[in-house]
């Protein structure tokens, strides 16, 4: 079965630090990849999602992350982090084909001064 | 923008009553979804539905049914609740058709204590 593991349950970085949180993914075949923020009290929103066009992917508020089959890994990166990015981010994954989407367990991202 | 609007923010119910969250989406998606989020293990599919009238179980179906009478309302019903199922419960639609490459889109959430 598919399955999504975000190594770090939390990340710490200081403002203006390179924020890097990681995804790892179990599949033979390049899945569907997304990235979601989940800020207090709110819903999930789209980041950027890899549907096998660019392995790197651009996305809102600055973040990018990088398909990278040899090591089934999609890790999100921003180069300088704000304040503002202080949140709660969830890893995801469809099959090719498929119906379910697969999220990880999340990373909370502090941020601080 | 696609909005999905989730008729309860906070919702404090007790042991043993029947409840019901309900779920609006705007954009005419056929696909919705419901799930529970709990710290540590992200989002756990309860129900989805690929269209009108149609569920399907996800993985923790238990305890758990659904309703889907119009294509933009997707209901939730605790039969009994208990107090394992409180949680935050989010709601969320897609657009169809497009083999899983299309995101999701998020409701604010209903945070469910069951007393």
């Known amino acids: 079965a598919q399955s999504v593991t975000q190594l770090g349950s939390h990340v710490s970085v200081s403002e203006g630090a390179l924020v890097l949180l990681r995804c790892n993914y179990s599949?033979?075949?390049?899945?569907?990849l997304f990235w979601y923020v989940q800020y207090p009290n709110q819903g999930l929103q789209l980041l950027l999602k890899?549907?096998?066009?660019?392995?790197l992917v651009k996305g809102i508020n600055g973040f990018e992350a990088e398909f990278k089959k040899s090591e089934t890994s999609f890790h999100l990166t921003k180069p300088s982090a704000h304040m503002s990015d202080a949140a709660e981010y969830f890893c995801?994954?469809?099959?090719?084909?498929?119906?379910?989407?697969?999220f990880g367990a999340g990373t909370r991202l502090f941020v601080k001064a | 923008d696609v909005k999905v609007t989730q008729s309860s923010r906070y919702l404090v119910k007790r042991t043993g009553e029947k409840v019901f969250l309900e779920c609006v989406q705007d954009?005419?998606?056929?696909?919705m979804f419901w799930y529970r989020q709990d710290p540590g293990l992200g989002l756990r599919l309860i129900y989805f539905?690929?269209?009108?009238?149609?569920?399907e179980k996800g993985d923790i179906p238990e305890g758990y049914s659904v309703s889907r009478e119009k294509k933009e309302r997707f209901s939730l019903i605790l039969e009994s609740a208990s107090t394992n199922q409180t949680s935050m419960y989010l709601c969320?639609?897609?657009?169809?058709?497009?083999?899983?490459?299309?995101?999701?889109?998020f409701g604010d959430g209903t945070r469910l204590s069951i007393l």
């Open positions: 599949s033979s075949v390049p899945p569907y």
């Open positions: 954009m005419d998606h056929e696909n």
């Open positions: 969320a639609s897609r657009v169809a058709g497009t083999g899983g490459n299309q995101p999701q889109h």
């Open positions: 539905s690929y269209d009108v009238k149609m569920k």
């Open positions: 995801a994954v469809t099959e090719t084909g498929g119906f379910k989407t697969i």
């Open positions: 890899y549907t096998s066009a660019a392995t």
